[in-house]
């Protein structure tokens, strides 16, 4: 398991369907805010709405949680 380079927090990788790395907070999300779910497949992070998979662990993506995250944020 890697850390944020950012705020130390773990981190677990992991590919989205779209084939890009995205980190996820390692534990499972329980909490009520819906932003950033991804449930995952095989090492494939897919994004859900809450609910959607029942009794699944959901993870966070770290972008969500990261206080820096708008450091590494990519301009389009």
Do not use: K, Q
């Not at 130390?8 to 990788?13: E, G, Q, R, V, Y």
């Not at 699944?56 to 708008?70: G, I, K, Q």
Request: aromatic letters at 10%.
């Amino acid at each position: 398991m890697s850390r944020c380079r950012s705020c130390d927090a773990p981190l677990l990788w992991a590919r989205t369907e779209r084939g890009r790395r995205i980190p996820l907070d390692p534990e499972p999300y329980t909490g009520p805010e819906p932003g950033g779910l991804f449930v995952l497949r095989d090492d494939v992070a897919i994004a859900v709405s809450p609910g959607a998979f029942e009794g699944e662990p959901l993870y966070r993506s770290h972008f969500v949680t990261c206080p820096h995250a708008n450091d590494w944020r990519r301009t389009t």
